[in-house]
C-alpha cells in the first residue's frame, strides 16, 4: 500500500498528544520538507522523499528506553509493516540511521553496534544492499536537521555535544561529508545554495 506525504504529516500530527517529547516530531518535518527540496530539484518524486522523511523516525513514538541499538528503527519498521504500507516505506525505519551500508557507520554513543541485539543480524542484512537514491536523501537529511535545517557541520557538533565521541566518530563524520558531496556532485553545485533550503 502506498503513503503520501499528506497522510505521513497526518500520522505525525495525531502523535503530538501521546508523545512526551515533540522534538522527533518537529525534526521529521524538518526532514521530509528539505528532503522534499533536495528531490524536487534533482527532478525526483518530491512527495515520495517527503513522505519518506516524515515517517523516519515513527518509530520514537513508543517513547521508551529500550537497550539495544535499533529500537526505534525496528519499532517504526514493525509499525508501519503492521499499518500495510509497503516496503519503500518500512525500511527507511531502519535505513536512515545507517550510512555506507554499514552497521557500524552509525552515530550514537557505542563504541560498537551491540552484536548480541536480536535485531542485529537483521539489520545487518537489510541495510547491506546499495541504497536508493531516496534511501540517500534521507540519510544526508537526517544529519542536516534537529528541528531546523542546518549544515552538516553545526548538525555534526549537535550530534557530538549530545552523544559524545566514541570509537567510530571519525568514520561517520568522513562518510557524512562524503555523502554530502554525492549531492553537490549530483546537484552540480553545492548543496547549500539550493534555493530556499534554509
Given at each position: 500500500?502506498?503513503l ?49 522523511g ?24 514493525d509499525?508501519i ?16 540511521s ?37 534511501e ?7 544529519l ?14 549537535d ?21 554530502k ?18
Amino acid at each position: 500500500m502506498k503513503l503520501t506525504s499528506k497522510e505521513a504529516i497526518q500520522m505525525l500530527e495525531q502523535e503530538r498528544d501521546k508523545t512526551s517529547n515533540e522534538r522527533w516530531i518537529n525534526h521529521s518535518i524538518c526532514v521530509g520538507n528539505v528532503a522534499g527540496k533536495i528531490a524536487k530539484a534533482l527532478d525526483l518524486d518530491e512527495d515520495f522523499a517527503k513522505t519518506l522523511g516524515y515517517i523516519h523516525d515513527i518509530g520514537k513514538r513508543y517513547d521508551y528506553i529500550e537497550n539495544g541499538v535499533f529500537p526505534h528503527a525496528m519499532k517504526g519498521y514493525d509499525y508501519i509493516k503492521l499499518l500495510g504500507y509497503d516496503e519503500s516505506y518500512a525500511g527507511i525505519c531502519i535505513k536512515h540511521s545507517f550510512l555506507n551500508n554499514d552497521i557500524d557507520c552509525i552515530s550514537n554513543d557505542r563504541d560498537e553496534t551491540d552484536r548480541t541485539n536480536p535485531h542485529f543480524e537483521f539489520v545487518k542484512n537489510y541495510i547491506k544492499n546499495e541504497y536508493t537514491i531516496y534511501e540517500k536523501i534521507i540519510n544526508l537529511c537526517d544529519l542536516m536537521c534537529t528541528t531546523k535545517v542546518l549544515t552538516i557541520d553545526k548538525r555534526g557538533m549537535d550530534l557530538l555535544l549530545r552523544h559524545g565521541v566514541y570509537a567510530k566518530t571519525h568514520y561517520h563524520i568522513k562518510e557524512t561529508y562524503r555523502l554530502k558531496e554525492y549531492f553537490d556532485d549530483l546537484l552540480g553545485y553545492n548543496l547549500y545554495d539550493l534555493n530556499r533550503l534554509y
